[in-house]
């Protein structure tokens, strides 16, 4: 086995050690909003239209588009917690266009519809952009495309099989060193079109305002217990069960992200795979100078284990990714937030990658669960004679996702026939994961294989090309 830049070209023990020495260990999105009166929880029986469970992008942007098609339906919010503080308030704030998990994911899954697919990715991203400026989005919205780096020779080979045009370049070391100064860059391909970078908790935050002002009505500290239509008729709804009330909703969308679904048939479409991420202090204009990122772009490696990062509005550079944690079970616990040697690892590897900047320090380390499916990006669905919509299994790309889905949801919920609802990808499901044991086996051996094949030129071993053959997967 061979190794990588990360063991090669390690940096001095105590070079992480004073960076992380003052750490907080909490969401820095989370932190930097301006302090929230919140929303009531709620305390009594309802009757509404629209009933909304989860108070992340998804169900915000269901929220805010449902309101738009119909201001006159009544439209009720339900967070187990307070809005935007799981996934959407501690994701790296890329906002990416692919609604597949990457062109070639893409391709291998449904490669009759990956041209439409990729349009309207693209398209998206658009129209989430238009929403910024015409909702008053306050989240810190830059349109800066992203670069896929090679810090492998290997990889080199892979950029330059990729294709290339007016919205992604190819750059080779000295070009892309030009961009962003890092000694680890062997080439890129800058994609200017297909990411936007924005503050995850801004966003959050402002689409609840938005749906709040448009009428939505926002419940927190709520959580849903059961779904109950024993009784109903399809045209009657469903009861949303909670502690302190029920909401009897003639629709129902479900938004809960990584959570355990209200709906058995979901249970095993996802897992929780813990994702570890570092925040620096703000760099000075001296250290700004010496890593020379003027135009901002979000960045990302090619291992399999991958890393991301990019600048905050006060030139922060957030650090994340390469580890990614299942534990048994499947369960989502805050305790499994605090992994010490995923921190030091991401700061070693923050320091290979920008030795120049020796003496900064981390601000701020949390992690999250992010709710992985089987072929890498989400899923939809009905349910309870299309009474319930749903969709889940984002994979770490659904800050712009969640969008379009919310729009699939609601044609759904509405029965309408159209271009979404039609896809392949929308009508299809994954795979499930096996039920433990075989669940943390299949990962722990996928993991295992997939750290083989970073060391090993990127091949991929029987294992991997076994599971690419049956369209199954598990990614960093």
């Known amino acids: 086995m061979g190794t990588t830049i990360f063991e090669r070209a390690r940096p001095a023990a105590s070079v992480i050690a004073g960076a992380l020495a003052a750490t907080c260990s909490a969401p820095f999105w989370l932190d930097d909003v301006s302090p929230q009166t919140g929303y009531p929880r709620l305390t009594a ?16 942007w269901t929220a805010v588009r449902a309101k738009q098609r ?16 799981a996934a959407s308030g501690r994701n790296g704030g890329f906002c990416e266009a692919s609604l597949t998990h990457g062109e070639e994911n893409g391709q291998r899954r449904w490669p009759k519809e990956i041209a439409r697919l990729t349009e309207l990715g693209l398209e998206n991203l658009d129209e989430i952009e238009r929403a910024v400026a015409e909702l008053g989005l306050d989240c810190d919205f830059e349109r800066t495309g992203a670069i896929d780096l090679a810090i492998e020779e290997h990889q080199v080979d892979w950029l330059r099989e990729e294709p290339t045009g007016t919205d992604s370049v190819f750059l080779d070391a000295a070009e892309l060193r030009a961009e962003v100064g890092s000694p680890t860059y062997l080439a890129g391909i800058w994609h200017k079109r297909s990411n936007a970078l924005v503050h995850p908790g801004k966003l959050a935050t402002e689409l609840a305002r938005v749906a709040t002002e448009l009428g939505v009505e926002i419940f927190e500290h709520t959580p849903v217990q059961h779904l109950d239509t024993q009784g109903l008729s399809p045209a009657q709804g469903t009861r949303l069960r909670t502690a302190s009330g029920v909401v009897r909703a003639q629709k129902t969308a479900l938004a809960t992200n990584v959570f355990p679904s209200l709906l058995a048939r979901n249970r095993l479409s996802t897992v929780p795979v813990y994702d570890y991420v570092l925040m620096t202090e703000p760099l000075s204009p ?26 905050s509005a006060d030139n922060r550079i957030l650090f994340g990714g390469y580890d ?99 896809l392949e990808m929308v009508r299809g499901r994954p795979l499930p994961f096996p039920p433990e044991p075989l669940a943390s086996m299949g990962i722990q051996t996928t993991r295992w294989s997939l750290d083989r094949a970073d060391h090993n030129r990127g091949r991929r071993n029987a294992i991997l090309k076994t599971l690419d053959a049956l369209g199954l997967g598990f990614d960093s």
């Open 286 to 311: 001296d250290q700004l100078a010496a890593i020379n990122w003027q135009n901002r772009q979000g960045l990302s490696d090619l291992a399999n284990q991958f890393h991301y990062y990019r600048l």
């Open 324 to 422: 990614a944690i299942y534990h048994y079970g499947a369960r989502v616990r805050s305790g499994y937030e605090n992994r010490p040697e995923s921190f030091q690892r991401l700061a070693s590897h923050f320091f290979t990658t920008f030795p120049q900047l020796a003496g900064l320090r981390f601000s701020h380390q949390w992690a999250g669960a992010i709710d992985t499916s089987t072929q890498f990006c989400a899923f939809f669905g009905t349910a309870r004679g299309g009474r319930i919509s749903y969709a889940a299994g984002f994979t770490g790309l659904g800050v712009a996702a969640t969008h379009f889905a919310a729009l699939v949801m609601l044609d759904q919920l509405a029965g309408l026939q159209t271009e979404r609802t039609q």
């Open 45 to 60: 029986d309802l009757d509404c239209d629209l009933a909304i469970v989860g108070g992340g992008y998804l169900g915000l």
């Open 70 to 85: 119909d201001p006159g339906a009544r439209v009720v919010l339900l967070e187990g917690r307070t809005i935007g503080w």
